[in-house]
């Protein structure tokens, strides 16, 4: 059989005419296979799969703990395909295990780095400008049907002149970054390469963060996990922000002790949190976050947004005609 593209149904039928197009002027050519959850797929096509596409349609609805039929569908496949050379992925981090290991042996990566990065931006500063205006206490308020403006030492500081730190300074980072400046806040940037960037004010290490830390007014979490990253914002360093600052992670759970966090905002050390990922997912229905009032919990769906399925489709397009016509890859991903 001649090498095979494993791609959903749904972009099949949705993008039918861009795939044939692709495929049909390419200087490699490659079959499509349709997977569906129920597929039953024979020994000679598993051996002839030569790229896979892990589009947002098949991963919806799947967990760290759980995956849905499409999701499982799809990697009992990949996984036992002797020939994959090349996987393209809707999501932007790289740190799933399954990722790393074809990335082990092997396999080509890419990801869909920058098709959810505003909608993801958009919820980080939606709960930033949420907890700094005290809009969790006007809900509160609400609900009850009080009526209790802010006074005195309650009334929230201005945002202008406020300092946000930014770890990961990639696409999320950079809108993140780009709608605080606009509102007149500073912007401090932590990544490996300290160059000046556009929509940054300074720079640094994240051998810098300890100092940053304490005149810091929001920790903004926007990078990949790697070993460096894991376990990055403990409970010495939750110690080194002000009880004024609050913290925004639409990273990974495991860059922050989940634990430390939970207790330095219960025990109001922190101003607030707005957090979209977590050690554990689905996050535990006794965990005494869902019931803190100063924490903003969405259920690791920031990037949830009608025209991020498209984008990533379009990513992986163009991948596609790269890929089949020997040309560079878009996103290509290096095992952690």
């Known amino acids: 059989m001649k090498p095979a593209l494993l791609v959903s149904q749904k972009v099949i039928s949705e993008f039918g005419p861009r795939l044939n197009q692709i495929l049909g002027s390419a200087s490699q ?7 569906t959850k129920d597929l039953k797929i024979a020994p000679e096509q598993l051996a002839s799969i030569a ?33 994959l050379k090349w996987l393209s992925v809707f999501s932007s981090g790289t740190d799933h295990q399954q990722y790393q290991n074809h990335l082990q042996r092997g396999v080509r990566l890419t990801t869909g780095a920058g098709a959810q990065a505003e909608p993801v931006a958009t919820a980080a500063i939606t709960g930033l400008l949420a907890l700094a205006r005290g809009l969790t206490e006007w809900i509160a ?90 376990g990055l914002i403990d409970a010495r360093r939750l110690a080194l922000l002000r009880p004024s600052a609050g913290l ?30 977590f050690t554990t997912e689905p996050l535990a229905k006794d965990s005494r976050l869902w019931q803190l009032p100063n924490v903003l919990i969405s259920p690791h769906n920031a990037g949830a947004s009608a025209g991020t399925y498209l984008r990533g489709v379009e990513i992986f397009l163009r991948n596609l005609d790269a890929y089949v016509n020997g040309r560079r890859l878009e996103n290509e991903a290096a095992a952690n």
């Open 51 to 83: 790229a896979a596409y892990y589009s947002r349609d098949v991963w919806e609805g799947t967990t760290k703990s759980a995956l849905t039929p499409m999701a499982g569908a799809f990697w009992n496949i990949v996984d036992r395909a002797p020939g």
């Open 141 to 230: 308020a609400q609900r009850k049907g009080e009526w209790t403006p802010f006074s005195g030492k309650n009334i929230p500081p201005d945002l202008r002149g406020q300092t946000a730190v930014i770890v990961g300074t990639g696409h999320i980072g950079t809108c993140i970054a780009r709608v605080l400046q606009a509102v007149g806040m500073k912007t401090i940037g932590i990544r490996r390469n300290v160059a000046s960037a556009e929509h940054f004010d300074d720079m640094q290490p994240l051998a810098a963060l300890d100092t940053l830390l304490p005149a810091c007014d929001w920790l903004v979490l926007a990078c990949p996990l790697t070993p460096e990253t894991r």
């Open 248 to 277: 925004v992670n639409i990273a990974r759970g495991e860059i922050v002790d989940e634990l430390a966090l939970t207790e330095a905002l219960a025990a109001q050390r922190l101003r607030g949190a707005y957090l979209d990922v």
């Open 29 to 35: 050519p490659l079959e499509m296979i349709a997977l």
